[in-house]
């Protein structure tokens, strides 16, 4: 997307996966390392892409998640998220190493983001891409 034009801020908490990422050599990007909830910026953003992450973010703060991509998104900007659909918490294994997931239910997900200023545009449950399972991809418009 940098090479079209576009702005791209992308945030992760790992070093490791900001340096792949500045190893794309991506136009227009910027790849900054920092924890979700510590991030803040006085631009405003078009647009939220969190694929595959909001669920390795603590139960504790699972509620939290969308007033923060609220305040960090014009109004009429999107936020585009894959999730679990139930309440939950567990670890599981991915690429052999042990991963943390938690979730609310997709009820309480759609709540929080009603309460705070989101339309939800679609969202599909049990979506399959590629051999690949999502329980939950909800793209949200913010109001």
């Not at 079209?4 to 500045?22: L, P, R």
């Not at 510590?38 to 603590?58: V, Y």
């Not at 960090?72 to 918490?89: A, I, R």
């Amino acid at each position: 997307m940098s090479e079209e034009k576009f702005s791209v801020t992308g945030i992760d908490v790992s070093e490791n996966m900001i340096k792949i990422a500045e190893s794309n050599e991506s136009p227009n990007a910027e790849f900054l390392n920092y924890d979700f909830f510590d991030f803040s910026s006085t631009k405003k953003f078009d647009g939220i892409l969190a694929w595959d992450s909001f669920f390795h973010f603590p139960k504790e703060k699972q509620k939290d998640i969308y007033s923060r991509t609220g305040s960090l998104l014009k109004s009429g900007g999107y936020l585009l998220f894959t999730h679990g659909n139930m309440d939950n918490e567990h670890i599981d294994k991915m690429m052999g190493e042990s991963f943390y997931y938690s979730c609310l239910s997709k009820d309480k997900i759609y709540q929080l983001l009603n309460d705070n200023g989101f339309e939800i545009e679609y969202a599909y449950e049990d979506f399959i891409e590629m051999e690949t399972h999502r329980s939950l991809v909800v793209l949200a418009k913010k109001k």
